[in-house]
């Protein structure tokens, strides 16, 4: 049989190859050569056969069959076939195979040859591929060699030692005697594994780390020798001696300087003169700079010395090499959270990364940005963000979307600057903002009542021209649905009003709904969005009917469900439709700052959030509290005007104040004066309370009996109780109006007054006709608040047009059950 | 801590490859040829550190060949870029030829 080819023989006719199964058509046939030389035991040619086989393991090719020969070939007494048999093993073999062990004697015994090029060989394998067994074994005889005054040896053993630590922890014990001289050896190759071996033992275990906070001054001397030294041409990189050694030393000096105070003064000198005498223009010069920089900011160092680290990331930012100003961005993330002062000196720069070719940099810019935003800064800095956001990859427009709305809460100037904000973030990264941020928006628009105007004529500008990005259709089809009323009114402060039909808000709802591009939720949306406007719009609404006739089949079964549903609205619950319908209260938030703490942060007087829609067919409520109190003169009840419509709030407060004097005022509307408005603040807690996420159904109802406040003249009025579960001063009373009579009751209007101990709250009744013949009920609710737990009295006026007459009656209701109020 | 070592040419070939960590040898490649690619896709303006799964990636382009260095978050990058030269530089002191060999390469 030929000789088998040489290794570079091998490598050239590989590299020959055109493709890629030429290449591996001529490694099986190389690999059957192999296998059939092995077969015959041939000493001669075993170490070229294995060494090809390792190249075309290297390739990717299976080279099992080669590891019974690779310790053959350890076991062999020639250098070279030891040389390639120890390679073989540390590329082929490791614990997972059984073979291994076999090796362990061979280990032994080169670990105690004449030579010591071969006691190498053995203490690399081990420390590549050792498994615990072998490494228990041979710990012995590492620890030995350790302590030899052979270099060469040293710096081996050394490293090997840190893979037996790797492997067997409890052996570090053994090392410790053998580390003591470490560090006074000159050979800089037995300095640095030293240095590795010891950053390896200080990391397990803390105790090996006290007992090593002792070598800091012998390390900051070396340190020194290392800087102040002349050239050594053995260890110049660029002008610096032995740059990898000196960061390795710092490395060490971080650890173990770390919460510690006495090991960091002692530091302290060495890092500054460290920081200062490096040569900054080359890497090599940067890349001790920066790991001093690390070692700063990790342990007890004084301020003058972190301000001096901080100013060193500045320059490296400034710095034309991407590199540099990668690490520099990257540790400055670590540090803005302690040294926030000092990183916001070097805010401009960091917002001219977000400008940046590199992925890498924009996205470390990005996210250290985010974090240097605050009350101060957050203007300038939201242009910045908005801009990246603009041009920035895919990948990060989400993240930088969330980040903006989370930084926009907890620092917007004010509401009209947020809802900027989210507009212009919704407008372009719409379709990539996180499915929970539509809720979260949602709910800060209901909380900004002022701006509801505004709001929605803008987000109905803005899916005009384009509906394709679900959250901003979401957001818009939902206040569409709330506020249709205020856009098609045209009244709109802050803004030019553009002039919008009902037909036209219809249409852009229809489109959505019908276009291929809406998710099933965003129809969802849309369509409850049409039905809600049902009630505020006045000339649409048989078109409304027929959409949602339309979508009652439907194949999308939410769809259809929301469509039979409102369908059975119109028909068989139209009475209850408005109800239903009215505008949301606003909600509160399930997360860390209730709609209160937002009034505070913003600055800007928040009205109560009250029940701000008129009921449908309110008469003037101006004129009857004047009746009620005309009545009520001088007694000590409060009276309650239902809910007015904010439109004239200053004049009804004006006028009420006049009247009542000393009295205070519940459910008084905006914008009242100071002493009307002192009273208001402070409600908001109750009423929220009152109003808390649960519907009024969900209340438990304790069983409270339930009593016939009024009965007269064919007009019977039944008040139901409910306790608020979440406030047990809080009675809940649902008011049912029915006529027994031959004809309807019009302009049905319920009144009521508390004494002055109580608070009270009237919601908008369901309609104002109490049908003739009980053949239906006007439903209101009244909510009442009771902190002293006094006896509940009432005194209510009714008004209402009956038989072509106006009726008015007065009444004082006392029959409250105790479990009402108690 | 140093995870792998590469030394790949512009077509994808690996011309050495030393792995410090037990990593399957069918994974091998793959990870080869996706850590090529990454590289490749760099424009000269970008920096060298590449953030790839949990490793840090350090590479550094000598005419057609790329040396890639696998790092875990513990190491000073721009060591690890210094020291890739300095091996370049004992692979010149020990072959004295390897800039011809690298462009060879072509």
């Known amino acids: 049989m030929p000789a088998p080819i040489r290794l570079r023989e091998l490598i050239r006719t590989i590299r020959t190859a055109r493709t890629q199964a030429e290449e591996r058509e001529m490694i099986q046939k190389e690999c059957a050569a192999i296998r059939s030389s092995f077969r015959e035991e041939d000493n001669t040619y075993r170490c070229r056969n294995v060494a090809k086989l390792l190249y075309m393991h290297m390739l990717g090719y299976p080279a099992h069959f080669g590891q019974l020969e690779c310790l053959k070939l350890i076991a062999s007494q020639k250098f070279t076939d030891k040389r390639i048999g120890y390679l073989g093993a540390m590329l082929l073999l490791d614990e997972r195979q059984d073979v291994h062990l076999l090796m362990t004697n061979c280990i032994k015994n080169d670990l105690n040859h004449s030579t010591q090029f071969v006691q190498g060989l053995a203490l690399c394998t081990l420390g590549c591929m050792g498994s615990s067994e072998m490494c228990r074994d041979l710990a012995g005889e590492v620890e030995k060699l350790l302590k030899t005054s052979n270099s060469y040896l040293r710096k081996k053993a050394a490293l090997c030692a840190v893979h037996v630590i790797r492997k067997v922890p409890e052996l570090m014990e053994m090392f410790l005697p053998a580390t003591k001289n470490l560090l006074n050896e000159k050979n800089h190759g037995v300095l640095h594994t030293s240095v590795v071996l010891l950053t390896e033992m200080c990391e397990r275990s803390p105790d090996m780390l006290a007992h090593f906070r002792k070598l800091v001054p012998q390390l900051v001397r070396i340190l020194k020798n290392l800087i102040m030294s002349g050239y050594s041409p053995e260890h110049d990189v660029s002008g610096i001696s032995d740059p990898f050694l000196q960061v390795r030393i710092l490395r060490l000096l971080r650890i173990l300087g770390r919460n510690d105070d006495d090991s960091s003064e002692a530091m302290n000198d060495i890092l500054a003169q460290v920081a200062t005498n490096t040569e900054t223009s080359k890497n090599v ?34 710095n034309n090499d991407k590199n540099i100003r990668y690490v520099a961005l990257t540790s400055l993330l670590k540090t803005v959270q302690t040294d926030h002062n000092a990183v916001q000196r070097h805010r401009s720069t960091i917002v001219d990364c977000l400008k940046d070719l590199d992925v890498s940099i924009k996205r470390r810019a990005m996210e250290l940005s985010f974090a240097l935003v605050n009350g101060n800064n957050i203007r300038g800095m939201m242009k910045e963000l908005l801009y990246f956001l603009d041009s920035c990859e895919p990948e990060f427009k989400a993240d930088c979307a969330s980040g903006i709305f989370l930084a926009a809460e907890k620092y917007a100037p004010s509401k009209r600057w947020h809802i900027d904000t989210i507009m212009r973030v919704l407008t372009t990264a719409g379709s990539y903002v996180r499915d929970d941020a539509v809720p979260n928006l949602i709910q800060l628009i209901t909380n ?187 007694n000590d009840i409060t009276p309650v005007i239902p809910t007015a419509p904010t439109s004239k709030p200053a004049s009804a407060g004006g006028e009420l104040l006049d009247l009542l004097g000393d009295i205070t005022l519940t459910g008084a509307p905006t914008a009242a004066p100071t002493p009307a408005s002192v009273p208001q603040i402070s409600q908001p807690p109750f009423l929220l309370d009152g109003l808390s996420s649960q519907p009024l159904f969900n209340d438990i109802s304790a069983g409270i009996p339930s009593i016939t406040a009024y009965s007269k003249n064919g007009l019977k009025i039944e008040f139901t109780f409910e306790r608020s579960n979440t406030n047990p001063s809080v009675t809940v009373i649902t008011i049912q109006a029915s006529n027994s009579t031959e004809l309807d009751m019009t302009d049905f209007v319920f009144q009521a007054a508390v004494p002055k101990t109580f608070q009270l709250q009237l919601l908008s009744p369901s309609s104002s006709i109490v049908p003739a013949f009980n053949t239906g009920t006007i439903t209101q609710v009244i909510k009442v608040l009771n902190p002293q737990k006094q006896q509940l009295r009432m005194r209510i006026k009714l008004t209402y047009n009956h038989k072509g007459s106006a009726m008015q009656d007065l009444a004082e209701v006392n029959n409250f059950p105790p479990q009402s109020w108690q | 801590m140093i995870k792998f070592f590469l030394m790949v040419n512009k077509q994808g070939q690996t011309r050495l490859s030393k792995y410090y960590e037990h990593v399957d040898i069918n994974r091998r490649t793959l990870l080869e040829t996706e850590v090529i690619k990454s590289c490749l896709s760099r424009s000269s303006e970008q920096c060298s550190f590449i953030e790839y799964k949990d490793f840090k990636l350090i590479y550094r ?18 060591a690890i870029y210094e020291f890739i030269h300095n091996f370049v530089e004992v692979l010149d002191e020990y072959f004295s030829r390897v800039v011809s060999l690298l462009t060879e390469e072509w």
Not at chain 1, 295 to 304: L, P, Q
């Open chain 2, 61 to 78: 382009q000598y005419a057609a060949l790329f040396i890639v260095v696998g790092v875990n978050d513990t190491e000073n990058e721009m």
């Open chain 1, 285 to 318: 010069g940067n890349a001790i700079l920066y790991e001093t920089v690390l070692t700063i900011m990790d342990i007890k160092s004084e301020s003058g010395l972190r301000v001096l680290a901080i100013n060193i990331l500045g320059r490296f930012l400034l």
């Open chain 1, 448 to 634: 900004s009542v002022e701006m509801h105007a505004y709001t929605v004529q803008r987000l109905y500008k803005a899916i005009l021209g384009d509906y394709s990005q679900q959250p901003l259709v979401q957001v818009a089809a939902w206040c569409i649905g709330e506020y249709g009323d205020l856009l098609v009114s045209g009244q709109c402060e802050e803004e030019e009003p553009i002039q919008v039909t009902e037909d036209e808000v219809l249409d852009i709802l229809e489109s959505v709904l019908i276009s291929n591009m809406s998710t099933s939720v965003t129809r969802g949306y849309a369509l409850t969005a049409i039905m809600k406007l049902s009630t505020r719009f006045t000339c649409t609404v048989n078109r409304i009917k027929k959409v949602v006739s339309i979508y009652g089949s439907s194949i999308d079964v939410e769809l259809q469900q929301r469509a039979v549903e409102y369908n059975a609205l119109f028909k068989k619950y139209d009475h209850m439709r408005s109800a239903l319908l009215e505008r949301m209260p606003v909600m509160e938030k399930v997360t860390t700052n209730g709609p209160t703490d937002i009034v505070q942060t913003n600055g800007e007087t928040e009205p109560a959030p009250l029940e701000t829609k008129p009921p449908p067919s309110g008469p003037q409520p101006t004129s009857q509290a004047n009746d009620l109190l005309d009545l009520l003169g001088g």
